[in-house]
C-alpha cells in the first residue's frame, strides 16, 4: 500500500526566510504527486501538482517543488515566506495506473509564519 | 471558476442519530471522493465513487457509511448512527477523468460533531 511522509509536524519561520517542507512517499510505480494546502478555516487548496515531464514545478504563490525519483520524494520550496503562507501543508499522492484511484495524504505539515 | 459545494458548514448531532452530509460536485466530473480529516490530524481517503457505484472504500468506511447520488447532481454520505468518533471534517471531492494528468478539487468541507 501507499504511504506518505511528511518529515515536520511544525515548522515556524520568520518572514522573508526560506522554506523547504519535505515528502516522500512508497510507492514503485508511476506517480502523479500534489501538494494542498489548507488556510485556517477553509478548505484544501491545490498548490502544484507533478505529473510528468520537467521535475521542477512551480505553482501558486510562489511555491515550487522538486521530483527525485531516486529518493521518492517531492519537496516543497518557497524563497521567501510571507505571513499569509501560515496555513497546513498536505503532500498527496496518487497512482497514474489505476483510474480513479483515490489520494494519499501525508500527514501534514503545519507552517506558522511570524510577522 | 466552478467549484464543489458541500453542506452544510456545520453539524451537530447526538450520538446514535443519523447524518446526510451533501455535496454538489463540479458538473462534468465523473469521479467523486469523500474523506475526512479529524482534527489535528492527516486527511484520510473514504470512498470513491464512479459510475453510480463504489469503485473503492477504506476500512473506516463500514457498515454505517453509504454515498449516494440520488439525482445525478448531488452526492451524498450518509452516517446510520453517529458515533463520538466521527466528528471530524468532512470533505467532499470530485474529477472529471480517472487520467493520469487530472487533479480532485475539493469542497469547503462540513465540520461533524458528534455528542
Known amino acids: 500500500a501507499q504511504s506518505v511522509s511528511q518529515h515536520n509536524h511544525h515548522v515556524i519561520l520568520s518572514e522573508a526566510a526560506s522554506l523547504e517542507l519535505g515528502c516522500n512517499y512508497s510507492?514503485?510505480?508511476?506517480?502523479?504527486l500534489f501538494w494542498y494546502v489548507q488556510y485556517p478555516g477553509q478548505h484544501l487548496q491545490l498548490l502544484l501538482k507533478?505529473?510528468?515531464?520537467?521535475?521542477l514545478v512551480k505553482g501558486i504563490k510562489g511555491f515550487e517543488a522538486e521530483f527525485i525519483k531516486s529518493k521518492f520524494s517531492f519537496n516543497l520550496r518557497k524563497p521567501s515566506v510571507q505571513w499569509s503562507d501560515t496555513a497546513e501543508y498536505f503532500c498527496?499522492?496518487?497512482?497514474?495506473?489505476?483510474?480513479?484511484?483515490?489520494?494519499?495524504f501525508g500527514p501534514g505539515t503545519r507552517l506558522s509564519v511570524l510577522p | 471558476e466552478p467549484e464543489v459545494t458541500q453542506t452544510p458548514s456545520h453539524q451537530v448531532t447526538q450520538m446514535g442519530q443519523e447524518v446526510i452530509l451533501r455535496c454538489v460536485p463540479i458538473?462534468?466530473?465523473?469521479?467523486f471522493y469523500w474523506y475526512r480529516q479529524i482534527l489535528g490530524q492527516k486527511v484520510e481517503f473514504l470512498v470513491s465513487?464512479?459510475?453510480?457505484?463504489?469503485?473503492?472504500k477504506s476500512e473506516i468506511f463500514d457498515d454505517q457509511f453509504s454515498v449516494e447520488r440520488p439525482d445525478g447532481s448531488n452526492f451524498t454520505l450518509k452516517i446510520r448512527s453517529t458515533k463520538l468518533e466521527d466528528s471530524a471534517m468532512y470533505f467532499c471531492?470530485?474529477?472529471?477523468?480517472?487520467?493520469?494528468?487530472?487533479?480532485?478539487?475539493f469542497g469547503q468541507g462540513t465540520r461533524l460533531t458528534v455528542v
Open positions: 510507492y514503485g510505480g508511476t506517480v502523479n
Open positions: 507533478y505529473f510528468s515531464g520537467d521535475p
Open positions: 498527496a499522492v496518487r497512482r497514474s495506473d489505476n483510474y480513479g484511484q483515490n489520494f494519499v
Open positions: 471531492a470530485s474529477m472529471r477523468t480517472g487520467g493520469s494528468s487530472t487533479e480532485a478539487f
Open positions: 458538473s462534468n466530473h465523473l469521479y
Open positions: 465513487f464512479y459510475n453510480n457505484e463504489i469503485s473503492e
